[in-house]
């Protein structure tokens, strides 16, 4: 549905007056970068073990798998809060929840130790999906904003 007061053809941007839409980019750079550092983290880190294994004691401690599993938080609760009532945002929201209790799923609950591994790179990829589909959505509607203008 078009706005009256605006020019036809042209749709009125929304206005999201929230804290959150407010840092969006910063909150979604952050949750790229955590996703991207827990991907690395699992993927790298078995052949630094191997090539380094003083390693093993720091990097391959369960606490900090845990400590990274729990900086995701802050980024997935805050696209979960801004997107789940949006459109177009809601799929977003949705993979993000689902990356993050992949990944607190992998280190906090015992019985999946095994598949600890597979599930974080699951989650990270979801996560870094997520905040990616984001970062470009936030560009593209500005550069719509911007030629319409």
């Given at each position: 549905m078009s706005d009256p007061d605006q020019p036809h053809?042209?749709?009125?941007?929304?206005?999201?007056?929230?804290p959150i839409a407010q840092h969006g980019a910063s909150i979604d750079w952050y949750g790229l970068s955590i996703a991207m550092l827990c991907?690395?983290?699992c993927l790298a880190l078995p052949a630094l073990l191997v090539a380094v294994p003083t390693l093993l004691a720091t990097l391959g401690n369960e606490q900090v798998h845990q400590f990274l599993a729990l900086l995701t938080l802050p980024a997935v609760a805050a696209l979960l809060y801004e997107d789940l009532g949006q459109r177009g945002y809601r799929w977003a929201?949705?993979?993000?929840?689902l990356g993050a209790i992949s990944i607190l799923s992998a280190v906090f609950?015992?019985?999946l130790e095994a598949w600890e591994e597979p599930l974080t790179v699951a989650g990270s990829i979801a996560l870094a999906g997520a905040h990616g589909h984001r970062l470009w959505r936030r560009r593209h509607r500005s550069e719509v904003a911007s030629s319409i203008g």
């Open positions: 053809g042209q749709v009125a941007q929304p206005t999201d007056p929230s991907l690395v983290h929201a949705i993979i993000a929840g609950v015992p019985s």
